[in-house]
């Protein structure tokens, strides 16, 4: 198997302390020769200011004291640096041959960056690009008793930076969880190796909301137990993650139907309030229309009758006039009547229920919006629905669930999802 080539990047400083610039620069050469000859690179790329370039001509030097050729252009190369105390100005020429090495050739590298020596701001830039596109990073120490590293005292100090990767990460994926991007919170935790970050509560948290926003409830409500809320992860989101365990509780284990339901209902609005905010009202409004259309289920079953097969004798025990019911009949298909949202309304209005009688008095504005989703590109049409759509049939969905229920409100706070405060401002550029 061919091996990657070693290239080795160096900052290049002048070197301090010393009683003229000639042996300053020896004495400099010497301890950047001492990292190059340990390192062994393929190639070495020299990032100096036009003062520092001299005390490269010292490390050729070194290299023909040991019998050995040291070719510009072959073995190494020299970038110029002007502004050495611009940070961003740094960066960009490191960043600039981390591309051509790692992106514009073809050959496979490995890029070691030493950030020891130069100014403080070449340093920090360097550390910082390798951080930034995850190149090993060494610097090097010894004894510093004489206020910097002393000849024959080197030591080569491979930086393990994973746990400021992992901080990166964590914060990435409160980032992503905020947006509704679980299966990319997975993908991001997966990759966290400090042991101090309890990575297992957070994927299950993050695997239940996923399972949760798709309506599979079993699967989230088996990740949702497994998440040790106590862990400080979790601190200011524990009570709502004790909230969301309680509604998936229920729509697992009640044994109330209608409580069950409700549960159910409040987790549909609550995904359509999500798909808004990601601006994906033609989706919103799907989720609208079917908790529109369960809201009218599930007062029906209160009446013991199902939308998908209508039991006349209930109707006649409960005085619905023979009109309608003769009109139901002409329907009627493969033994049973099945009817569909409208229906529903208007047969909750016989029956002498508010909701139905709702349906009638907002019978216009309701029928406008279920025109424009029957309209939509996710339904019969090609339109695109637009957040006005949404919020008007929002309200709709709202006013007719809080009369479906005393405690709605309730259900659709304990089925929000948890977000997390982003209090630092590192978040937001992730």
């Not at 042996?23 to 070495?44: C, F, G, M, W």
């Not at 393990?160 to 991001?188: E, G, V």
């Not at 209160?302 to 619905?320: A, E, F, G, P, R």
């Not at 005393?406 to 929000?416: C, E, G, I, S, V």
Request: charged share 30%; with cysteine; aromatic share 12%.
């Amino acid at each position: 198997m061919k091996r990657k080539e070693v290239i080795l990047f160096m900052t290049v400083g002048t070197g301090t302390n010393l009683n003229s610039n000639e042996e300053n620069s020896e004495s400099h050469a010497q301890k950047l020769y001492y990292t190059i000859d340990k390192i062994r690179p393929n190639h070495v790329v020299f990032f100096a200011s036009d003062k520092s370039k001299e005390t490269i001509k010292y490390i050729k030097k070194l290299f023909e004291k040991d019998n050995d050729e040291f070719i510009e252009n072959e073995d190494y190369q020299i970038v110029t640096i002007n502004a050495i105390d611009d940070l961003n100005k740094c960066f960009e020429v490191y960043e600039s041959k981390i591309w051509e090495f790692d992106f514009k050739d073809d050959n496979d590298y490995d890029i070691i960056m030493d950030y020891t020596s130069g100014t403080k701001t070449m340093s920090a830039a360097m550390a910082n690009c390798g951080m930034f596109y995850s190149k090993d990073l060494i610097s090097v120490g010894g004894d510093r008793s004489t206020g910097e590293v002393s000849r024959g005292t080197e030591i080569i100090h491979y930086q393990n930076i994973y746990k400021i990767y992992d901080k990166f990460a964590l914060m990435r994926t409160r980032y992503n969880f905020n947006a509704n991007r679980f299966r990319a919170c997975i993908d991001i935790l997966n990759y966290i190796i400090d042991l101090n970050i309890h990575k297992d509560s957070l994927l299950n948290l993050c695997k239940s909301y996923y399972a949760w926003d798709n309506m599979d409830f079993e699967e989230a409500y088996d990740n949702l137990r497994k998440v040790d809320v106590n862990q400080m992860e979790f601190t200011e989101i524990k009570n709502d993650i004790k909230f969301n365990l309680k509604a998936l509780g229920n729509i697992m284990n009640s044994k109330s139907v209608n409580l069950k339901n409700c549960y159910i209902l409040a987790s549909i609005i609550n995904n359509s309030i999500r798909r808004s905010e990601e601006f994906k009202y033609d989706d919103a409004i799907a989720r609208l229309y079917r908790s529109f259309e369960l809201i009218a289920q599930i007062e029906l079953t209160k009446y013991n009758l199902k939308s998908s097969d209508i039991d006349v004798s209930i109707l006649k025990q409960n005085n619905v006039s023979d009109e309608f019911i003769n009109d139901l009949e002409k329907t009627r298909e493969d033994g049973k009547i099945r009817i569909g949202l409208e229906k529903d309304f208007l047969l909750l209005n016989e029956l002498g229920n508010d909701l139905g009688k709702y349906y009638i008095e907002n019978n216009s504005k309701i029928k406008n919006l279920t025109q424009k989703r029957n309209k939509s590109i996710l339904a019969h049409g090609l339109d695109s629905l637009t957040q006005k759509d949404f919020d008007e049939f929002l309200e709709i969905v709202l006013n007719l669930s809080y009369s479906l229920d005393k405690d709605m409100k309730k259900f659709l706070k304990q089925t929000k999802f948890a977000k997390f405060d982003l209090k630092l401002e590192l978040n937001k550029n992730y």
